[in-house]
């Protein structure tokens, strides 16, 4: 197991891709999104069941009763994304199918992928899918509702990352408002980096305070404090810097 961007271990609890469950005849092929459930949890499972299902209709993950048995966790597969026999393959326009109803749900693991990078505890996956087809009613998301705070610091990470990189580009662009947004979030999550100085040039101005680099925006969410709570809301103090 390797060390993943976010400082967890890259494991299967955390892994979201489809797996072939293979067989003479016929042949079927399952999504294990089940497994992007556990992610977040403090020490590995002994155990995880995953077990096909034979129905033609699948179901999103389902938390069972049983789902949690000590040291185990059972999931059902659901149906299967693809169930052909060899025979099947045979017939015109099977290949072109299943490279479709594949690539719809490889495109689907990517941006589960790229929640787990970001790290998102979280995951997205159509609901009521048909086998071979790429027919699903809608999308479901679940994910840990209240993560601990220690473990956010890879998700606030990746998003000073991108705000820094898309204030510049909305700078450039003309759209101040969009910038100073990008900007007011990464130092309200704890960004000693200014970032463009072009932008924080002109919040300063704006603002007239500019007796240091980050003068404006601090007056800014200071005057958003207020007004909040002068509504009876309640805010939180951003990280000591």
């Not at 042949?27 to 590995?44: E, F, K, Q």
């Not at 473990?151 to 662009?173: A, M, V």
């Amino acid at each position: 197991m390797g060390k993943n961007r976010c400082g967890g271990s890259s494991s299967i609890h955390c892994q979201y891709s489809s797996v072939l469950l293979t067989k003479p005849a016929p042949v079927s092929a399952s999504i294990t999104h089940r497994r992007g459930s556990m992610c977040g949890r403090s020490r590995l499972l002994l155990r995880l069941q995953l077990i096909p299902e034979t129905v033609e209709i699948g179901r999103a993950t389902q938390w069972l009763p049983d789902t949690k048995s000590g040291d185990q966790w059972t999931f059902g597969l659901g149906a299967p994304i693809l169930d052909f026999s060899l025979n099947d393959t045979l017939e015109d326009g099977f290949i072109d199918n299943a490279k479709r109803v594949l690539e719809f749900w490889l495109d689907v693991d990517q941006k589960n992928l790229l929640r787990v990078k970001a790290g998102m505890y979280s995951f997205t996956m159509p609901d009521y899918y048909e086998t071979n087809t790429t027919n699903f009613r809608g999308w479901a998301s679940q994910e840990i509702i209240d993560v601990p705070t220690e473990k956010l610091s890879c998700s606030k990470g990746h998003l000073d990352e991108l705000l820094s990189w898309l204030s510049r580009q909305l700078t450039r662009k003309g759209d101040i408002t969009g910038a100073t947004l990008g900007a007011m979030v990464r130092r309200h999550l704890g960004s000693d980096d200014p970032g463009a100085m072009t932008l924080q040039n002109l919040i300063n101005a704006a603002v007239g305070k500019d007796n240091y680099v980050f003068a404006g925006v601090d007056e800014l969410r200071r005057l958003i404090d207020e007004k909040i709570k002068s509504k009876g809301g309640s805010t939180v103090d951003a990280p000591d810097r």
